[in-house]
């Protein structure tokens, strides 16, 4: 599976690729403008430039299919073809979506609530699908059915598309998304340090290092 970390802050970034084996990076306007000011794109080149080999993926926010293909080309000639470009799985984000894809570009197919709309966009050729799980479980949309469903279809046709799952709450949803058969999940580096410090994991440690002394004294 791949892990990703959902966020635009620099050090929170630096962070987790030090301690976690991180896959890529996601973002979207929304992640992007809680780390204001900054020059768009130069935070998006210092982005990528962190990812080094690992995939990075950018949400395209136009809602017509012209605009998103000029948001496309600018992104292409920003930070070149290898950018994952976050297509919303509307009428015209698919249009969108299969005009990249016979281009050469990648898309990370987004904004999935339900599974018609994965599977037109592993028809189209999406590269990545991203279903919003904790938005799906707020409108009371059961997303591991979903996550499941469409993991049966890509295996059962042979579709190379993969389910990056995302739009987390709490780490049961991240667990759940896996074990339905997500290929990738991208978390926001503040859930997944709550994640890794546990109380219960942290007294353990704790009671090994106390004793590890006593151990070592002989006594």
Same mark, same amino acid.
């Given at each position: 599976?791949? &892990?990703?970390?959902?966020?635009?802050?620099?050090?929170?970034?630096?962070?987790?690729?030090? =301690? +976690?084996?991180? $896959?890529?990076?996601?973002?979207?306007?929304?992640?992007?403008?809680? $780390?204001?000011? &900054?020059?768009? &794109?130069?935070?998006?080149?210092? %982005?990528?430039?962190?990812?080094?080999? @690992?995939?990075?993926?950018?949400?395209? *926010?136009?809602? !017509?299919?012209d605009g998103m293909m000029a948001e496309a080309e600018e992104i292409w000639q920003q930070l070149g073809k290898d950018v =994952?470009?976050?297509?919303?799985?509307?009428?015209?984000?698919?249009?969108?979506?299969?005009?990249?894809?016979? @281009?050469?570009?990648?898309?990370?197919?987004?904004?999935?609530? +339900?599974?018609?709309?994965? %599977?037109?966009? %592993?028809? *189209?050729?999406?590269?990545?699908l991203a279903p919003y799980c904790n938005r799906m479980e707020n409108n009371d949309i059961d997303f591991v059915?979903?996550?499941?469903?469409? @993991?049966?279809?890509? $295996?059962?046709?042979?579709?190379?598309?993969?389910?990056?799952?995302?739009? &987390?709450?709490?780490?049961?949803?991240?667990?759940?998304?896996? +074990?339905?058969?997500?290929?990738?999940?991208?978390?926001?580096?503040?859930?997944?340090?709550?994640?890794?410090?546990?109380?219960?994991?942290?007294?353990?440690?704790?009671?090994?290092?106390? !004793?590890?002394?006593?151990?070592?004294?002989?006594?």
């Open positions: 599976m791949e &892990f990703m970390l959902d966020s635009a802050n620099l050090k929170d970034l630096e962070h987790g690729m030090k =301690y +976690y084996p991180v $896959d890529g990076v996601t973002t979207n306007p929304s992640i992007l403008k809680a $780390d204001l000011p &900054f020059d768009y &794109f130069e935070q998006l080149k210092a %982005i990528k430039a962190l990812c080094g080999a @690992r995939t990075m993926h950018v949400q395209l *926010a136009a809602e !017509d299919f =994952y470009l976050k297509i919303p799985v509307t009428e015209e984000g698919v249009r969108a979506i299969k005009e990249v894809k016979s @281009r050469g570009g990648y898309v990370t197919a987004t904004a999935i609530y +339900y599974p018609f709309q994965g %599977i037109m966009a %592993i028809h *189209a050729g999406a590269d990545y059915t979903i996550i499941e469903q469409l @993991r049966d279809l890509i $295996d059962r046709d042979g579709y190379k598309a993969k389910i990056l799952a995302a739009s &987390f709450k709490n780490v049961r949803q991240v667990t759940a998304a896996i +074990y339905a058969g997500a290929h990738c999940v991208t978390i926001q580096p503040a859930l997944l340090k709550t994640a890794m410090h546990s109380a219960l994991v942290s007294d353990a440690v704790a009671a090994f290092s106390k !004793d590890y002394k006593t151990v070592r004294q002989g006594k």
